[in-house]
């Protein structure tokens, strides 16, 4: 395996790690990173959607390196399955989770944002590669 496809696949790992710790944790560890507060939620880019753009970029970025990292092999469309099925699950999650609160403008941000990345890779491999 490519040296640099490994980099990417231990980048995608983490990142996968780390946005699940972010997600499952009862209450915002980024708020709290920010503000000293598990309750108050960071607004990183103001904007009118509020906090959902945030969600949007990140599962486009987990999306964009979880399927860089599998382009070639045979597993593609398993990633490409898990990734959809992470960005409903763990929206879905808020529901039982403590702290949290489940919004439908952040499960649509989740969906953009994975599939907005399954197009842009799609787009690649057909211009790349001649096929999907």
């Known amino acids: 395996m490519d040296y640099k496809i490994r980099i990417v696949r231990y980048l995608y790992k983490l990142s996968l790690v780390g946005l699940l710790i ?16 598990f309750d108050k939620q960071p607004d990183m880019i103001p904007n009118p959607m ?33 990734l959809v099925t992470l960005s409903l ?21 989740n969906l953009l944002g994975t599939f907005s990345a399954i197009v842009i890779i799609f787009l690649y491999k057909k211009f790349r590669y001649g096929k999907i």
Not at 60 to 65: G, P, Q, S
């Open 50 to 82: 509020g906090t959902s753009i945030n969600h949007a970029i990140a599962f486009f970025y987990l999306t964009t390196i979880g399927l860089i990292s599998y382009l070639n092999q045979s597993s593609f469309k398993k990633i490409l399955i898990f």
């Open 22 to 37: 972010l997600y499952l944790f009862p209450g915002s560890l980024i708020g709290y990173f920010f503000y000293g507060d």
């Open 89 to 109: 699950f763990l929206e879905l999650s808020h529901l039982i989770i403590p702290n949290r609160s489940f919004q439908s403008l952040d499960l649509f941000a």
